[in-house]
């Protein structure tokens, strides 16, 4: 059975997933490497699992998860670095 990565900015509310990894992003640019430590720093690892909360206003910035317990609002181009495969309800 093969699962579909998504990227967590495209995950819809309430959500369940897996984090796969964490990929480049080019709207980082150079800083890429630093965003990608700070997520790892903060726990976004791959096999850790994740709910998304909510969005803000419009489905705009942040987008709010919850991952080991903390709740954490990131960027939109922050969420798009982080792949996962979702879980059924």
Avoid: W
């Amino acid at each position: 059975m093969s699962h579909h990565v998504t990227p967590l900015h495209l995950l819809p509310k309430g959500a369940r997933a897996t984090i796969t990894g964490i990929a480049s992003h080019s709207h980082f640019g150079e800083l890429d490497a630093q965003v990608t430590l700070r997520l790892k720093e903060l726990g976004f690892l791959p096999g850790a699992m994740l709910q998304v909360i909510g969005f803000g206003l419009f489905g705009a910035d942040p987008v709010a998860v919850r991952i080991n317990g903390t709740k954490f609002g990131l960027r939109r181009s922050e969420a798009a670095k982080i792949l996962t495969t979702t879980h059924q309800a």
